[in-house]
């Protein structure tokens, strides 16, 4: 089978293990966008990994390709080269960067992380903003084919020459005749990484399509998701690539009919960074305050339980460990939102959900928005900006109690009929709200604890 795995709401939905649990029956995994801002945690063999440019079925030995919309930190890749290594998984397979990729600089870094409008946007600092911009000039930029070529010292020094003044307002440089030293100490820091990198260099669409004429699968994974989308997404609070599959498509020069389309849902929203967030429980300001494992004591998950909203968005942090793989910085989490996921659902052709961490809700009751209202106007279209709408909640109010080892185990073997009527009512609730069946149901992070069998069946006869 060939798939496009994407996200559905704001990122974090746990791709990466829904991408190493099909890449088993893959020949390529391939990644089409974004950049190290993404982190993807991968727990395999009792290892966890966590891969920041690197496809995921790097660690199963398959071939991968990063696609030419992808922002490229060589740092980053022999970083999550050596840690797959480290890890001890082999790389046997083929790995190829696309020419025509765009190279994440140190100044790209540098600006993203003094530029004012990138921290009111909260971005990640990975410099993704600024080497966009430079991708968009189309005379500011370096590709992979740049760095791979014998005139990459002069492309430095000249892009760093007319980018002089930038570099000195962003405090880069002091003065604009330092950009020359400047470009030779950039040159020396990515000149070894150049080198090492030539044997990778290639056209990723090529190689995808020859593999597609000789009927091998191929499975393509998107970096944060539908709502970060630049075009789709909630903008400005977006990031600066596309997250929806038809950017697959565009980006990596392939026939998005021939590839099914999984958006993965986790089971509740959360966002990083600033922008609307309409079922958010709590504020931000209170997540921010919270450190990775703060528990919530038996009386405050009574008060959560009984509707204190800002403990259950805390609860939900932090059995969901919902801390940044990038950035270590605290998730804001939200009541499940059908109208983000209806439209999630539509902008990218889902064909199936992939459903993760559902487990987190376990012993939490809560609700699902199924509308949006404002100044007295109801809608259940997703808004293009956020501000001043309300979710509506449907009637029902959720709850399943925490599932024992051996009921999980019991779901795993024996599929879709094997779990909690609570949660089988939640994910019938959201088939309907979304007209998009269910085909996988994460109920733990390992490989093994997930739930497939009978699930796209019998959540296909909610459709009827
Ligand atoms: P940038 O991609 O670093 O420019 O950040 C733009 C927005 O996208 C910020 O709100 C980030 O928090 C968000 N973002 C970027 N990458 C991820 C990700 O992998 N997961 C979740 N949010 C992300």
């Not at 609570?422 to 959201?430: N, Q």
Request: proline content about 4%; overall charge positive; glycine content about 10%.
């Amino acid at each position: 089978m060939n798939a496009v795995i994407v996200g559905a709401y704001w990122g974090d939905e746990g791709k990466g293990k829904i991408v190493d649990l099909l890449a088993a029956d893959s020949d390529w995994v391939v990644r089409f966008n974004g950049g190290d801002n993404a982190g993807h945690t991968i727990v395999a063999n009792g290892k966890q990994v966590v891969l920041h440019i690197l496809p995921a079925g790097v660690i199963q030995g398959k071939n991968v390709a990063i696609g030419p919309d992808v922002f490229f930190n060589p740092k980053s890749f022999f970083s999550d080269y050596e840690s797959v290594v480290k890890a001890g998984f082999r790389i046997s397979g083929k790995i190829l960067i696309d020419e025509r990729a765009h190279v994440i600089m140190p100044y790209h870094v540098a600006l993203d992380s003094v530029s004012e409008a990138s921290g009111k946007l909260g971005t990640t600092k990975r410099g993704i903003g600024p080497v966009a911009k430079d991708k968009a000039s189309r005379t500011e930029d370096i590709t992979v084919y740049d760095l791979a070529s014998s005139s990459f010292k002069e492309k430095i020094k000249a892009v760093v020459a007319a980018k002089a003044n930038g570099l000195v307002a962003a405090k880069v440089i002091e003065k604009a005749p330092d950009a020359e030293k400047y470009a030779a100490a950039v040159y020396a820091e990515y000149s070894p990484y150049a080198e090492k990198l030539k044997q990778y260099a290639g056209s990723s669409s090529y190689a995808l399509n020859d593999a597609l004429a000789k009927g091998q699968a191929i499975l393509v994974e998107g970096a944060q998701a539908t709502l970060l989308d630049v075009v789709h997404g909630t903008r400005p609070y977006v990031t600066s690539s596309n997250c929806t599959a038809g950017g697959a498509a565009a980006n990596l020069g392939i026939d998005l009919r021939k590839f099914r389309v999984i958006a993965v849902a986790k089971a509740y929203p959360t966002r990083v960074g600033e922008g609307g967030f309409p079922t958010e429980l709590g504020s931000y300001e209170d997540a921010k305050k919270e450190k990775k494992g703060e528990m919530l004591t038996a009386a405050e998950k009574k008060k959560a339980i009984d509707g204190d909203l800002k403990l259950l968005g805390k609860w939900i942090r932090q059995d969901g460990w919902e801390f940044g793989a990038t950035t270590g910085r605290p998730r804001r989490t939200g009541y499940p939102d059908f109208v983000a996921l209806k439209y999630s659902a539509m902008v990218n052709g889902v064909d199936e959900w992939a459903i993760t961490k559902i487990d987190i809700l376990s012993g939490k009751p809560f609700r699902a928005a199924v509308a949006y209202e404002k100044d007295g106007r109801k809608t259940t279209r997703f808004p293009f900006q956020l501000n001043g709408w309300k979710p509506v909640y449907g009637k029902k109010e959720y709850f399943w109690q925490q599932m024992s080892k051996s009921e999980e185990m019991a779901a795993v073997k024996n599929g879709y009929d094997a779990l909690p009527d609570g949660m089988k009512d939640y994910i019938r609730d959201l088939v309907v709200a979304t007209r998009t069946p269910v085909s996988m149901v994460s109920i733990g992070p390992q490989r093994e604890m997930t739930v497939i069998r009978d699930v796209l069946k019998r959540t296909r006869e909610c459709l009827r």
